[in-house]
């Protein structure tokens, strides 16, 4: 099992919520993205498409593309699955994906010129 260390949920909820951000913080980050039964860039592939197809296109979609660059996603790869993605998610919603995205590599884009 990986051994991922997160904090976020104790830092922004831990007075207010402890339950929750311990739930957050060592079940869902803490054993369920460091299950080897799936390689992290499929993970991540999962969480981004599960968040395009619910509309959630915020912050914490933001955060997992930073992750997914950080577990390999390339800029083609993440160009492929925000495509395929917008024909079941919906065009709008890919739309708001390739901006973050656009953002988050935007040191490739800027490398590839």
């Known amino acids: 099992m990986r051994d991922i260390k ?54 914490s979609l933001k955060y997992h593309l930073q992750t997914a660059k950080k577990n390999g996603i390339t800029r083609q790869e993440i160009s492929a699955i925000i495509t395929h993605a917008a024909f079941y998610a919906g065009w709008p919603i890919a739309w708001a994906v390739f901006t973050m995205a656009q953002d988050v590599w935007s040191d490739e884009n800027q490398s590839n010129s």
């Open 6 to 59: 997160q904090t976020a949920g104790r830092d922004q909820l831990g007075q207010f919520a402890p339950q929750f951000a311990e739930l957050n913080d060592d079940v869902l980050f803490g054993q369920v993205w460091a299950d080897e039964s799936l390689d992290l860039k499929t993970r991540s592939t999962i969480v981004i498409s599960v968040f395009m197809g619910r509309g959630l296109v915020d912050s």
